[in-house]
């Protein structure tokens, strides 16, 4: 039986991989729906850029929900320096044809997780739509089996400030509920995702399956390259987004350890750090799986083969 999935995003080109690796994945991953939110770029473009993945992957019956535009509490921080003006600058896909579904993402993520006991929430941006839900109707937290988000970084520091990684950077208050809500959590921080680096070879790889949706990906990984490359002189960029999805398909590819970590939401010098207990120094239980090991060719490999499946 596949596992029932909903998928938070706000497309960028990783995240925009690590849709097409789900939407590639339908015998293990049923696909509920997808979720936008302000991220990366402003809510209307990661809406339509989830739209043209659903439809560049052959599935435009996925339904993709327009969510909050504009963190809880603090003002919406974009990202287009490292993403380009549309989010998924270098994909070369044509606008999308379908829309949005009506209604918004948070009364989706409520009413679905109502409906499906065991499900897995996976968010790959900011947490503002998933801690709006759970605010408003913890009692979803019931049904929720375990939540899987790209966000934080702990021994590697942060990449948007010194302290804190972008996803949790943008809305610390959502990760604060979240990260309290009492749900099984597994965190994949840069600590991970630092270790998946594109390459030549693996560009080159998605341009040779032919497909449309190989070529989009060498596109997009081309153009998203460039800025950490320079900010850290590697010879590629960590693809943070499918890793989430990766850990659902092939869970053995990473390693880590359950933690207790909590959210820094008051000093404005290491606003949205993920403090993790490491070492277990305080008495709190572990709330979250914290990832920090990866076979990154056998991470490339797969995302190789299940894109290589698609239109
Ligand atoms: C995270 O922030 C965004 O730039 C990426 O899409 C990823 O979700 C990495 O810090
Ligand atoms: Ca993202």
């Known amino acids: 039986m596949p596992r029932p999935i909903l998928i938070d995003t706000d497309p960028g080109q990783d995240d ?15 696909l509920l729906g997808i979720t936008t939110v302000a991220g990366n770029v402003p809510l209307e ?12 992957a052959g599935r435009p019956q996925v339904a993709v929900y327009a969510g909050c535009d504009r963190p809880m509490v603090r003002p919406l921080v974009t990202a287009e320096y490292v993403h380009g003006k549309t989010g998924i600058d270098g994909a070369g896909t044509p606008a999308p044809t379908t829309e949005a579904a009506a209604g918004h993402a948070v009364d989706f993520i409520v009413q679905t997780a109502l409906a499906t006991p065991g499900l897995t929430v996976c968010t790959l941006g900011p947490l503002t739509n998933l801690g709006t839900a759970l605010e408003r109707s ?18 590697e520091g942060g990449n ?14 959502a990760a604060d509920i979240v990260f309290r809500a009492g749900i099984p959590l ?10 998946a680096l594109t390459s030549d070879a693996r560009v080159e790889a998605f341009k040779a399956l032919g497909n449309a949706a190989g070529g989009a990906t060498a596109g997009m990984l081309e153009f998203f390259e460039r800025y950490d490359m320079e900010r850290y002189g590697t010879r590629g ?3 943070h987004d499918p890793t989430v999805i990766a850990y659902l ?4 590819l990473f390693g880590g350890r359950q933690c207790w970590v909590e959210i820094e ?3 404005e010098l290491t606003m949205g750090m993920t403090v993790v207990d490491w070492w277990g120094l305080t008495n709190h239980e572990p709330n979250c799986l914290v990832i920090n090991q990866i076979d990154d060719e056998r991470f490339f490999g797969l995302l190789i083969e299940r894109l290589g499946r698609l239109p």
Do not use: K
């Not at 400030?161 to 610390?172: G, K, M, R």
């Not at 398909?249 to 053995?252: D, F, N």
């Open 16 to 30: 925009a991989v690590a849709l097409l690796l789900a939407l590639a994945s339908p015998a293990e991953l049923q």
């Open 45 to 56: 473009l990661t809406t339509r850029n989830a739209l043209m993945m659903v439809e560049l």
């Open 138 to 155: 913890p009692e979803i937290g019931d049904n929720i089996e375990q939540i899987v988000l790209m966000g934080g970084g702990f021994f």
């Open 160 to 173: 948007t400030t010194p302290a804190a990684e972008f996803n949790i950077y943008v809305d610390p208050q």
């Open 186 to 195: 597994v965190m994949m921080p840069l600590d991970v995702t630092h270790q």
């Open 237 to 239: 960029a960590p693809l």
């Open 249 to 252: 398909l092939e869970p053995e």
């Open 265 to 267: 939401t008051t000093s």
